[in-house]
């Protein structure tokens, strides 16, 4: 019985070596540096649609002051906006009530 159990024992010491030994796939990282990292990525992105937003921008008023020149044109895209304000204006309206009346629900 000591026999096997020595060779057993032995088995799982050479198997825990193999194991320390070999490279692992994927580093095991402290979590504050997990995090550092995640939030460096994500500043990235936002920089990246931040200045997405900001090229778009800039054409839009290039296009603006472009179709400016041209009285018609300008006076149909100034309603468009004027009309899409509104509605996200009483969108917006739409919210708040529906907040107040769950808040009256609640109550």
Do not use: C
């Amino acid at each position: 019985m000591s026999m096997s159990h020595s060779r057993s024992s032995r088995r799982s010491a050479s198997s825990a070596e193999k194991l320390r030994k070999r490279p692992t796939r994927f580093p095991s990282l402290p979590r504050s540096v997990y995090l550092m990292q995640l939030n460096a990525y994500m500043i990235k992105v936002l920089q990246a649609q931040d200045d997405l937003v900001n090229s778009m921008r800039e054409a839009a008023s290039k296009e603006l002051f472009h179709v400016s020149h041209h009285h018609h044109s300008y006076e149909h895209v100034l309603k468009d906006l004027i009309v899409q304000d509104a509605l996200i204006v009483s969108i917006q309206l739409l919210k708040l009530e529906a907040n107040s009346w769950d808040q009256i629900g609640v109550k």
